[in-house]
């Protein structure tokens, strides 16, 4: 595959819970999690995921991965339509698309050591001969920051940064081309955030890695991104390249998102935009745009009508009636 051709297209995807079915097993009511979300990741980019809790950004990297079966539209990984990929297909597949979980706490068993956690992948995918295993588990180790000596050693004797680096170094060990980092530095303190994503950084440069990057952070997704995309309850409201959204961003809720960034000059009075009343349910969600009960903007079609999601220019991508 060249570097012209996308690595992962993702088209018009959706995922849904049942929540009430009849006795014989028919779906009579649904939570929609991921809702109609389509785009293009080219080899080696960052396309950063941004939006409030539950808007459905984690189901929608779950969904890419196949961890949760999509319910509903396509997703081609280097040219092959792996959406209905069985268990079975989907295992040559495994080696080039993995996940950083969010807690690196729980994400590691605590009864294996380092070595046993990092080794397993390796030995299960074949990637190097038995008696290599160990040579290139501490390697791999080296370029995660982690020291020979912790091969040994067991999750709970490590801080939650040093744990990051562990799961890095499983996600990594099977030599992957897509990584969905799931709010890798969330659950980390300021200081060791920095680091790990300056790990992130160097580690993609020096693999050729292409990142799905979901945060709730907009400092974090401004620095790492090279594309972002802004969800609001299972949608894709705003899409485009991060010097497109920072400069121009179009989406009144993207502009909310924006000015809720601080700002380290005390001195500096910010233009908060406060969002009136909560997030809807996705088990129920409000009939035309989505976001049109908390927007200060709405109009009489925001409630009746779905806006068009579609391009202003340069890749630009939005869902607004405002704009139409």
Do not use: W
Request: aromatic share 8%.
């Amino acid at each position: 595959m060249s570097n012209n051709e996308p690595i992962l297209e993702v088209k018009n995807l959706r995922k849904c819970f049942p929540l009430k079915k009849t006795l014989m097993g028919k779906v009579t009511k649904e939570l929609v999690a991921v809702d109609d979300v389509s785009f293009t990741l080219m080899p080696g980019e960052t396309l950063g995921i941004v939006g409030e809790s539950g808007c459905g950004k984690t189901t929608m990297g779950r969904a890419i991965l196949k961890l949760h079966q999509p319910t509903s539209g396509q997703i081609i990984f280097k040219g092959q339509d792996i959406t209905n990929y069985n268990s079975s297909k989907m295992r040559d597949i495994r080696t080039k698309m993995q996940i950083i979980f969010q807690d690196p706490y729980s994400s590691l068993p605590p009864r294996s050591t380092v070595g046993g956690i990092l080794s397993e992948p390796v030995m299960v995918h074949n990637i190097v001969p038995r008696s290599q295993v160990k040579d290139y588990v501490l390697d791999l180790m080296d370029k995660c920051g982690l020291r020979d000596y912790y091969y040994e050693r067991y999750p709970h004797e490590f801080s939650g940064g040093q744990r990051q680096r562990i799961c890095i170094a499983r996600a990594l060990a099977v030599n992957p081309e897509l990584v969905v980092c799931d709010e890798p530095v969330s659950a980390l303190d300021v200081s060791i955030q920095a680091q790990i994503i300056n790990l992130l950084k160097s580690l993609q440069e020096s693999m050729n890695l292409t990142y799905i990057f979901i945060s709730h952070d907009l400092s974090v997704v401004k620095f790492i991104s090279d594309k972002i995309g802004v969800m609001y309850l299972g949608s894709m409201v705003e899409f485009g390249t991060k010097a497109e959204i920072f400069a121009n961003p179009l989406h009144p809720y993207t502009k909310a998102l924006f000015s809720a960034i601080p700002y380290p000059d005390p001195d500096v009075k910010m233009n908060r935009i406060v969002l009136s009343g909560d997030i809807p349910s996705p088990a129920n969600p409000p009939k035309g745009c989505r976001f049109h009960t908390r927007c200060p903007y709405a109009k009489d079609i925001c409630k009746e009508e779905t806006p068009e999601y579609k391009d202003y220019g340069n890749g630009h991508f939005a869902a607004c009636h405002l704009l139409q």
